[in-house]
């Protein structure tokens, strides 16, 4: 398993929380649009900390010198 740094720890941890907040509004009859937004918000936080970081990125959108000939 990868090692996390405290930042990502943190994300991961209020993405989890999140995402509770939003099972346990679900199934206690929340309205859709109350719980939704906790849910939606805790798993993308989930899934920004899975992310590769910007010091591996491969730089495929980086703009490509000319060739010379």
């Known amino acids: 398993m990868k090692k996390f740094n405290t930042s ?3 994300v991961l941890t209020m993405g989890i929380l999140g995402g509770i907040i939003g099972v ?24 920004i900390v899975f992310l590769p970081s910007s010091k591996t990125c491969c730089g495929l959108f980086k703009r490509k010198s000319a060739q010379e000939s």
């Open 8 to 10: 990502q720890k943190v």
């Open 24 to 47: 346990y509004g679900r199934f206690t009859g929340w309205e859709y649009a109350d719980y939704f937004p906790f849910f939606y918000t805790g798993m993308t936080m989930v899934w």
